[in-house]
């Protein structure tokens, strides 16, 4: 009985040491040494001072700014709040919502049809990304906004469009702090 408890302790304090630790540092060397920009949450720094990451989305509210997805998670885009609202599409607090944001956006671009990604949030509330058809129905308010011709804010639209991974999976998709960047520089 000796043995097999000496053992089992043994063996417990092997696997910590081996799983709990060893692992954990190579797999964060590795990381750090082949993947550092992912590995570190791919950070965009301005002027020397961090404003965002790649990876969560972030509200821009201005009239001169490109709008993300609306964000379910907390108090919008809050990382330690990520998921969605877990309303199904027949819940009338979500229909309310998206109602509501449908109305004032067609009244921002009368005659246009709004894509569903501007009144609907993502799965996990912090999708950094729009489509390219989000970003385009922008395009009237942040030009006039701006006072930017439109075929300026497509050709920064169409530099900031991701496309498929592998010309094959997903969708296309914008990173909208990159592109609100890219329009801060322009100015």
Same mark, same amino acid.
Do not use: C
């Given at each position: ?21 060893? =692992? ?27 404003? &965002?990451?790649r ?6 509210? &201005? ?13 919008? =885009?809050?990382?330690?709040? +990520? &998921? ?5 599409? #027949? ?10 944001? #449908? +109305? @004032? ?7 246009t ?15 950094p ?11 009237? @308010?942040?030009? @006039? ?19 498929r991974?592998?010309?094959?999976? &997903?969708?296309?998709?914008? @990173?909208?702090l ?10």
């Amino acid at each position: 009985m000796k043995k097999q408890l000496m053992t089992a302790f043994l063996m417990t304090i092997a696997t910590t040491v081996l799983l709990g630790i060893l =692992y954990p540092l190579a797999v964060t060397a590795l990381s750090q040494i082949f993947f550092r920009d992912q590995a570190n949450g791919q950070l965009i720094p301005k002027d020397g001072h961090l404003v &965002g990451s790649r990876l969560i989305g972030q509200v821009f509210t &201005g009239p001169g700014y490109f709008h993300s997805r609306p964000s379910a998670a907390g108090d919008g =885009y809050d990382a330690t709040a +990520s &998921g969605g609202s877990n309303f199904g599409p #027949t819940n009338q607090k979500l229909i309310d919502r998206v109602n509501g944001d #449908t +109305s @004032r956006l067609q009244a921002e671009n009368p005659n246009t049809p709004v894509p569903v990604d501007l009144v609907t949030a993502s799965g996990s509330g912090l999708d950094p990304e729009i489509s390219p058809a989000a970003a385009e129905f922008q395009i009237p @308010r942040v030009a @006039r906004e701006r006072r930017m011709s439109e075929d300026k804010l497509k050709q920064l639209i169409a530099a900031h469009t991701r496309g498929r991974w592998l010309g094959l999976l &997903g969708e296309p998709g914008v @990173r909208v702090l990159e592109l609100n960047l890219a329009l801060d520089a322009e100015k």
